[in-house]
Structure formats: C-alpha cells, structure tokens
Antibody, heavy 117, light 107 residues
Framework: QVQLQESGPGLVKPSQTLSLTCDVSGVSISSDVYYWSWIRQLPGRGLEWIGYIYYIGTTYYTPSLQSRATISIDTSKNQFSLKLTSVSVADTAVYYC?????????WGQGTTVTVSS | DIQMTQSPSSLSASVGDRVTITCRASQSISGYLMWYQQKPGKAPKLLIYAASALKSGVPSRFSGSVSGTDFNLTISGLQPEDFATYYCQQSYNRPRTFGPGTKVDIK
C-alpha cells in the first residue's frame, strides 16, 4: 500500500525558511512513472499547486512561488522535500505531498504550518 | 496559467438526489481533467481522471463527462458520505491548477 507522510515544524517565524519532508512508502520514489508534488491549502480556501519533482531531479514550480520554493529528492531515503524561503503569514496553510500519475492519486494526510512570530 | 472555474460554488441536496457540478477551463485542456473530493480536515481524494475514468475503488455513482468545453461531475444517488467539497484540476500543462471548489451540503 502506497503511503505518503509529511513532516516538519508546525510553526515558522516570518522571514524564515519553511522546510517539510515527505516520506514515501510502498513504492520507489525512483520510479520513472510518477511526479512527486507539493500542494497547499490556505485557511478556508482552495488548493494551490506548488510544484513537483521527477526522480531524476527535474522540477517545476508555480510561477508565484518559483523564486522562493525548492523541491528536492533523496532516493536513498525514499523521500522528497520542500523548502520555502522568506515566509510570511500569507504562507500559513496545510501543506500536502502527493504522487502524480494520472491525477494526484495518493496524498499525504497534510501538515499544518503556521507562520507567526 | 490555465484558469479553472466551477459552478455552482455551493449547492444543497438531499440523499438520493442526482447532482451535477461543472468545470470549465480558460483554454483547451483536451481530456486532462481530474475530479477530487475533500472532506473537512482530510486530504483530497481522486475520484475521476482523464475527464471520465473512474479511479479504482470509487463508487460507480460518480461519473465524469465532457460536453463541449464543459467538464461535468455527476453523482447519481447522493449518499450521506458524499457531502463534501469537490475540486476539478487540469493536468494539461504546468502549473497544474485547481478550480475553486463546489461545496455540496445537506438540504
């Protein structure tokens, strides 16, 4: 059974860097079939796609976050990560990792990140 | 970016009702359209991919269709567990974009 699990600090101070990791189990992150994605959901709002990474390290980000977001992959640990720099209160959200094949077919449970001093 | 719109933004329905939600893209996305269900406090769940393909394990009362430039999600015989918010999403190009959601609640 494929499972994804996000982890990372739940509280980040403004101007600092948000760092999250997604542990993948039940499938190799080195598979050439999937893209590994990050999505967030602002409080009471809809879903915002942040970006994804392919197993060889190719990345794509949504333009509004491209200058601040970095997604990386660690095939030895079967995990991928998100770093978002210079955060503000507007980055407070539930962050999800997900697998994309035909659609985002497996999601983590989500982790809440609050940006506050 | 491709903009996705959904209608209605919310609807009230009764158990057993047939419900249709519509999604439209700002440009052609071929059939690269997905539907998700999200319940409060939970991650979204993929229901339909490629506009009309039912994900394995999803009840057959859910169906997806295309009518011109409109993509439709239909729930035939609404069940209590179907009260949720539904999102469409395009994967035709990057960035991936979602519709704003349609909340289905109990009448």
């Amino acid at each position: 059974q494929v499972q994804l699990q996000e982890s990372g600090p739940g509280l980040v101070k403004p101007s600092q860097t948000l760092s999250l990791t997604c542990d993948v189990s039940g499938v190799s992150i080195s598979s050439d079939v999937y893209y590994w994605s990050w999505i967030r959901q602002l409080p009471g709002r809809g879903l915002e796609w942040i970006g994804y990474i392919y197993y060889i390290g190719t990345t794509y980000y949504t333009p509004s976050l491209q200058s601040r977001a970095t997604i990386s992959i660690d095939t030895s640990k079967n995990q991928f990560s998100l770093k978002l720099t210079s955060v503000s209160v507007a980055d407070t959200a539930v962050y999800y990792c997900a697998r994309e094949e035909y659609g985002l077919d497996v999601w983590g449970q989500g982790t809440t990140v609050t940006v506050s001093s | 970016d491709i903009q996705m719109t959904q209608s209605p933004s919310s609807l009230s329905a009764s158990v057993g009702d047939r419900v249709t939600i519509t999604c439209r893209a700002s440009q052609s996305i071929s059939g690269y359209l997905m539907w998700y269900q999200q319940k409060p406090g939970k991650a979204p769940k993929l229901l339909i991919y490629a506009a009309s393909a039912l994900k394995s394990g999803v009840p057959s009362r859910f169906s997806g269709s295309v009518s011109g430039t409109d993509f439709n999600l239909t729930i035939s015989g609404l069940q209590p567990e179907d009260f949720a918010t539904y999102y469409c999403q395009q994967s035709y190009n990057r960035p991936r974009t979602f519709g704003p959601g349609t909340k289905v609640d109990i009448k």
